[in-house]
């Protein structure tokens, strides 16, 4: 009998029936694959909730929780496992409707153990390109939560429809849009990105959209723009809740129509653009205060993935910190090796409130800093307090900035919004604008 080791893959045996479960599961091991069994549907499901399985193996007609019916439970759960059901009283309308319902196989019993190994084989392919290959290679994880979230994002990928990531600042959203994108049937075309909170309103429309040759001030030549050059591909609107509503109306009727037009330009082109947005802010909020439409909403968020915290999957920390390590000391030619038992304990009880981002920004200064081959606690503490515990995303920074300006732009003008437009070379709608995204109101500067 071959002895499994944790590479083999992981089957859930489910049968009521205990000498055939013992019998099977027998077998499978011998067949080197990690064996668990569960006598009934609700003992199954406790076991599905504490980890992954490659495959669940079921009897269809169990008391309590039949087979269709943990199918049904697993699916809830968010779980992609295939799930083959075995049953003495098959027929082929208890087969149709498994297969119609997901179920990945039907087996009748005396099992043809020819078959099973056959159906066994395929599922494990099948659940295996889920968690692992190129696609995904650059997230780096262990978590639950996070495998989950990936087996999610595997199905979205294979399905041409616009997905809208959530999540803190920090957290991967571009990272995990890549991934989405290399899984998908768009991989081998362009994937393309900008931040849409990182440029004036002008400019990302003409980053977009393209612009004709002289179509404004020191367009000299044709811009593509980015739907062009993501044309067969993906593009990725970062902070897309920044977007101005103007603007939002454009991009609105690109992806209805399928073409764009250029700015300066009358001509219309056809475009073929999977689209991927992010967002840290509540659109939902947005949409009550009228900073984001509805329509344009429910256009972007067909699916919507939501990635956790740094804080929310601290066993990926040690992970994380060890794999960014080696990535730098290799990159900078220094000899580091590993975090001391201290050292890695503090980062694994930080907070994080920069989550990821913050995570590579600590490492990178304790690896520049080290003298020697261990870095210790107190290299972590220095590197934490140095990146303030909140390292602000360029969004983030632009809107502090922004702020500021108009606070002192308001004070000078004594709340005269007409005045302030004119020294900020804005006209009025876009002060009104500025000062309703940072709940500043003109009464509040005034004199007296």
């Known amino acids: 009998m071959s002895q499994s080791n944790i590479t083999d893959p992981y089957v859930l045996l489910i049968d009521d029936d205990e000498s055939l479960l013992r ?203 980015l739907f062009r050059e993501a044309d067969g591909g993906t593009l990725f609107l970062d902070e897309i809740g920044d977007m101005p509503v103007s603007l939002q109306v454009k991009l609105l009727r690109a992806l209805q129509e399928q073409v764009i037009r250029p700015v300066g330009s009358s001509k219309q082109i056809p475009i073929d653009v999977r689209v991927i947005s992010a967002t840290h802010k509540n659109l939902s909020k947005e949409m009550e205060q009228g900073n984001f439409r509805e329509d344009l909403y429910y256009r972007l968020n067909v699916v919507n993935i939501t990635l956790p915290t740094l804080r929310e999957r601290s066993e990926d920390i040690p992970l994380l910190a060890r794999h960014l390590l080696k990535s730098s000391a290799q990159r900078h030619q220094v000899k580091v090796n590993r975090f001391s038992d201290d050292a890695m304990q503090l980062l694994t009880t930080c907070l994080w409130p920069g989550n990821v981002r913050q995570l590579v920004n600590v490492v990178e200064q304790c690896v520049a800093l080290t003298q020697t081959p261990v870095i210790g606690s107190h290299l972590v503490e220095q590197a934490l307090f140095a990146s303030e515990q909140n390292w602000p995303t360029l969004t983030e920074a632009r809107d502090a900035f922004e702020q500021k300006y108009l606070l002192k732009l308001l004070k000078m003008t004594d709340g005269n919004v007409t005045r302030a437009a004119e020294l900020a070379g804005r006209n009025r709608t876009d002060m009104h604008k500025l000062m309703k995204k940072h709940n500043l109101q003109s009464v509040d500067f005034k004199r007296g």
Request: charged share 20%.
């Open 23 to 225: 019998l099977l599961a027998i077998r499978l091991k011998g067949e080197g694959y990690n064996v668990q069994c569960a006598g009934g549907g609700k003992e199954a499901l406790r076991l599905i909730n504490g980890q992954n399985f490659d495959v669940v193996l079921s009897d269809l007609r169990m008391p309590g929780l039949d087979g269709l019916s943990l199918f049904d439970e697993i699916m809830g759960l968010g779980k992609d496992v295939p799930v083959i059901l075995m049953t003495a009283h098959g027929t082929i309308q208890d087969a149709v409707e498994a297969t119609q319902r997901g179920v990945f196989g039907f087996l009748t019993k005396p099992i043809d153990h020819d078959e099973l190994r056959s159906l066994l084989a395929s599922a494990v392919s099948q659940s295996k390109g889920v968690r692992t290959g190129q696609w995904c290679e650059k997230i780096i994880t262990r978590s639950m939560q996070m495998e989950q979230l990936l087996d999610q994002s595997y199905r979205v990928a294979k399905r041409d429809v616009s997905v809208l990531i959530s999540g803190a600042s920090g957290t991967g959203k571009e990272l995990l849009a890549s991934a989405i994108h290399q899984a998908s049937k768009r991989a081998e075309k362009a994937f393309v990105a900008i931040n849409c909170g990182a440029l004036p309103e002008n400019l990302l429309e003409s980053e977009l959209f393209g612009h004709a040759k002289g179509s404004f001030t020191g367009a000299v030549n044709e811009h593509k723009g």
